[in-house]
């Protein structure tokens, strides 16, 4: 899977409740969320509900994301993104070592952050 992101417009207001659907065309979710690099200042990840009644919030890498009038195309599969790593939907935040695991569960390479907030949510 690519780590870097090309030919993609960061306009991350728009991307706001779009489905994001994956290579074969399953729809995975809305997006809810997305998280900035601090050292890039590039999207790297975005979460989607998942979990019963939506309490968890699931991440999803945005390298290789294609941008489409309706949806935005990830490069990851539905069945990567069910076991990937969540958190609550209730304003919890990752720490460094569950920023490890999520970066490690998708195969990209993590390199911690110099600061104390790691990567930022992307406000609205």
Do not use: C
């Amino acid at each position: 899977m690519p780590e870097e992101q090309q030919d993609v417009t960061w306009d991350i207001d728009e991307w706001h409740g779009r489905m994001l659907i994956d290579g074969s065309g399953a729809r995975l979710g809305k997006l809810q969320d997305v998280y900035i690099d601090i050292e890039s200042d590039k999207p790297q990840f975005a979460t989607i509900n998942a979990g019963t009644f939506h309490r968890r919030l699931t991440f999803v890498p945005l390298g290789g994301l294609k941008v489409e009038p309706d949806h935005l195309h990830v490069s990851v599969s539905k069945a990567e993104i069910k076991s990937a790593p969540s958190i609550s939907a209730r304003g919890q935040e990752l720490s460094k070592d569950q920023e490890s695991v999520l970066y490690h569960h998708y195969g990209l390479n993590y390199v911690a952050p110099d600061t104390v907030r790691g990567r930022r949510l992307a406000r609205r």
